[in-house]
């Protein structure tokens, strides 16, 4: 597609239940990226996957959260057992390549996630 | 380690006068710098990134950036505000020793008519 894209854009659910985020990176983009943008937070990085390699995990926060890439392309971000401190803007961006290489990272427009 | 800060959390300009977002960063390594921006309810767009080459980077929209390392500073400029700029805006550091981006916490920008 023209850019990257992010699914649902909002969602809101109950404290303890399990949420799943998709994202769909820019066609040919072999590096994918998770950050979580909160109040007080600012953004953080939660994962990153490039090709076939075992993915950088070191940013997510807890064992609730965990992500896969399937076929290298689409990814999937799944919180456990939601809570409230989980509420935020889930961001996902795709690259070419590597960013310590200075490739370009192009940002989707972000998952809202509500907890209540 | 690497580390970034905005100077200022939020700053206003008059239209057509100039803008300066300020932005200090700290690395081990050689680093590679960018600004993106937010507008409400959208993603990061970026608006342009230093990675070693010329230390005047030229960007999207009339944005551009001067890497100095002696001040190890990455300010961010245009010459005329314009209504359509009030975002938030976010400098970014990466040192290339892995994969993570490191946010500064934003600096909002105010247009005022």
């Known amino acids: 597609g023209a850019g990257v894209s992010q699914s649902p854009s909002n969602k809101v659910t109950e404290k303890g239940k399990d949420v799943e985020l998709r994202c769909d990176p820019i066609?040919?983009?072999?590096?994918l990226y998770w950050y979580r943008q909160s109040l007080g937070q600012g953004l953080e990085f939660l994962i990153y996957?490039?090709?076939?390699?075992?993915?950088?995990k070191s940013g997510l926060p807890s064992d609730r959260f965990s992500a896969e890439r399937t076929g290298g392309s689409v990814s999937t971000l799944t919180i456990q057992r939601t809570q409230q401190e989980d509420s935020a803007v889930y961001l996902c961006a795709s690259s070419l390549g590597r960013a310590k290489a200075g490739n370009t990272i192009y940002f989707g427009e972000g998952s809202w996630l509500t907890v209540v | 380690a690497q580390s970034v800060t905005q100077l200022d959390s939020h700053v206003s300009v008059s239209e057509g006068t100039p803008v300066l977002l300020r932005c200090n960063y700290s690395?081990?390594?050689?680093?590679?710098l960018f600004w993106y921006v937010q507008h409400p309810n959208k993603g990061l767009q970026l608006l342009l990134k230093?990675?070693?080459?010329?230390?005047l980077v030229k960007g999207i929209n009339g944005f551009e950036a001067e890497f100095k390392k002696s001040e190890t500073s990455f300010h961010l400029t245009k010459p005329s505000a314009h209504m359509s700029d009030a975002a938030e805006y976010f400098c970014v550091v990466s040192d290339r020793r892995n994969e993570k981006l490191t946010f500064g916490t934003g600096t909002r920008l105010t247009i005022i008519p």
């Open positions: 690395s081990s390594y050689s680093p590679s």
């Open positions: 066609s040919g983009h072999t590096a």
């Open positions: 996957f490039q090709g076939n390699s075992a993915p950088d």
């Open positions: 230093y990675t070693s080459a010329a230390t």
